[in-house]
Nanobody, 126 residues
């Protein structure tokens, strides 16, 4: 079965940087179109898309992070990375990695993702 495991969450000061990692395992068909995305969830809010990448290297970013976050993929390891710089206190949230097998994208809607990691906390202090 497909499993998603993310890591890298931490506490940083405003303006700081973090790199999150996410590994997807258990994909049965190596020819599958797979997208891996990062989402974040604030208390009482729905999960929102941050960035996504597919196995062809296509990327999608939320407008709010486009100039500060970079998503990349190591296909050999089925691992993707989210490099975040210039972090803001309002970006404190639980960050989730998801895996999607939809034919389009890479998507940034949570409903397009069927597999999720357990989440990793990112705290940005002012």
């Amino acid at each position: 079965r497909v499993q998603v495991v993310e890591s890298g969450g931490a506490s940083v000061q405003a303006g700081g940087s973090l790199r999150l990692s996410c590994t997807v395992s258990g994909i049965q068909d190596s020819r599958s179109r797979v997208s891996m995305g990062w989402f974040r969830q604030f208390p009482g809010k729905e999960r929102e898309g941050v960035a996504a990448i597919d196995t062809s290297g296509r990327t999608t970013y939320a407008d709010s992070v486009k100039d500060r976050f970079t998503i990349s993929l190591d296909n050999a390891k089925n691992t993707q990375y989210l490099q975040m710089i210039s972090l803001k206190p309002e970006e404190t949230a639980v960050y989730y990695c998801g895996a999607s097998f939809v034919w389009y994208g890479p998507p940034l809607k949570a409903r397009d993702y069927g597999y999720w990691g357990q989440g990793t906390q990112v705290t940005v202090s002012s």
